[in-house]
């Protein structure tokens, strides 16, 4: 497909755009836990919604959501990142949320030219980038064409080291039809297709409101060792043990050959969405990680 044939992501009619965003603005003022000034970052591929709160004294931490969602995924994180650290959540352009798409991004290069205008857009560098499945491969491919503006990543199961398979689509449609059951059956449901997002109630509910919405973003390709070999800066790989996206053991063991400093950790007992499997140690590892810039920004 050629870069003029590629499409933008929209709802499909006026009506659908008008409900998500009704349904987005609800489920924001029930789950988000502090103030928040909400801020519109225009860039050559459309506009992006950025929330920031939290601290101005601690390393800058900008989240990217994964494939299909938005700034929303990261509620439970927001008011313990937010205690000492600026937090900037992102409705990532071309995926459902309030960011509105106007030009069409065709690969990584693309993505990684956004994310940068939008962290310009922002004043922003020196910042700590998280991200998940498809946001974790935006941060690379960003930090592989822009180095330099990141202090330091944190990636989420990432996206970027295998080609998706018959695994990951099945795995996907079964948290699809999973995340559409009665409430009481989801426990058991989350169980049997490993994937704790579904018990997130808020979340489903804009799930179903973004049915309207057609997705036209390129797929995560996967990374060459010379491209992995740019990223100079610090960074973490978080991988569930037993992901549907790769084999996490074949990804710790390349990102140790080709990536000697960085910190790789395969989580026991979590899969593709090890945001919602193991909160709790994706923080502590994120916090972690955004603590050394932040000590070096302060002496600088």
């Known amino acids: 497909m050629t870069a003029h044939e590629v499409k933008t992501s929209e709802f499909k009619t006026t009506a659908a755009a ?15 836990p502090v103030p928040a000034t909400p801020l519109d970052v ?3 591929y459309g506009t992006t919604r950025v929330h920031r709160c939290g601290s101005q004294d601690g390393t800058p931490i900008v989240l990217l959501p994964a494939s299909g ?8 994180y927001i008011e313990p990142l937010s205690r000492e ?4 959540a992102v409705d990532t352009v071309g995926e459902p949320g309030l960011s509105v798409q106007t030009a069409p991004l065709a690969d990584g290069r693309d993505l990684a030219d956004w994310l940068d ?3 310009d857009g922002l004043d922003l560098a020196g910042v700590h980038i998280v991200g998940a499945s498809y946001g974790g491969w935006v941060a690379l491919s960003h930090q592989v064409h822009h180095p330099g503006r990141a202090a330091g990543l944190t990636l989420v199961d ?35 297709v490993h994937n704790s997002a579904i018990l997130d109630d808020d979340l489903m509910g804009l799930m179903k409101a973004s049915m309207g ?40 063991d390349h990102l140790h050959r080709v990536l000697p400093a960085a910190q790789v950790e395969i989580v026991p007992g979590t899969g593709h969405a090890l945001s919602t499997d193991e ?21 600088a």
């Open 42 to 44: 225009p860039t050559a």
């Open 213 to 252: 919405f057609r997705r036209r973003l390129p797929a995560a390709t996967v990374f060459s060792d010379e491209e992995l070999e740019r990223i100079r800066v610090p960074a973490q790989f978080l991988l569930g043990a037993s992901s549907a996206l790769h084999r996490s053991g074949q990804v710790a």
């Open 18 to 32: 008008d409900r998500y965003r009704a349904a987005y603005q609800q489920t924001f003022d029930r789950v988000w």
């Open 85 to 88: 650290h600026a937090v900037y």
């Open 158 to 192: 990432s996206a970027g080291f295998a080609e998706v398979g018959f695994r990951f689509y099945l795995w996907l449609i079964g948290g699809g039809l999973a995340g559409l059951a009665l409430r009481p059956l989801r426990p058991r449901l989350a169980r049997i």
């Open 117 to 119: 205008q939008t962290l």
């Open 279 to 299: 909160p709790a140690l994706v923080l502590d590892r994120i916090l972690q990680a955004a603590a050394p810039a932040r000590a070096d920004a302060a002496e």
């Open 69 to 76: 969602g938005n700034a929303l995924m990261w509620h439970r």
